[in-house]
């Protein structure tokens, strides 16, 4: 029964940085080999795998997105979190946190738990 929540402001300015936090229960994000992604979905698109963290504190990160993103984590309180700098617009967008089997099937966007997602929008 493991759950996620997301959480962090809905609302942040165009050229500052995004923060979000998940929120891990029923299960270990140190426990092997499960990696914890952030996906993300825009309005009127598509699902978009953003970045990993695994089991052991291993980062991946889309290509598109490795400049400006960095994922993180704190065990001791079971969660792990997204930072995305330079934000604009195009980043407005619900967010997801996400736990896979492992990282090579978090990188496939291959999950076995979701959060329920948060909406982020990017304005002025």
């Known amino acids: 029964q493991v759950q996620l929540q997301e959480s962090g402001p809905g609302l942040v300015k165009p050229s500052q940085t995004l923060s979000l936090t998940c929120t891990v229960s029923g299960g270990s994000i140190t426990t092997s080999y499960y990696a914890w992604s952030w996906i993300r979905q825009p309005p009127g698109k598509g699902l978009e795998w953003m970045g990993v963290i695994a089991y052991d504190g291993s980062t991946y990160y889309s290509p598109s997105l490795k400049s400006r993103t960095s994922i993180s984590r704190d065990t001791s309180k079971n969660q792990f979190s997204l930072q995305l700098s330079s934000v604009t617009p195009e980043d407005t967008a619900v967010y997801y946190c996400?736990?896979?089997?492992?990282?090579?099937?978090?990188?496939?966007?291959?999950?076995?738990?979701w959060g329920q997602g948060t909406q982020v929008t990017v304005s002025s």
């Open positions: 996400a736990r896979s089997p492992s990282t090579a099937q978090a990188m496939g966007v291959e999950t076995d738990y």
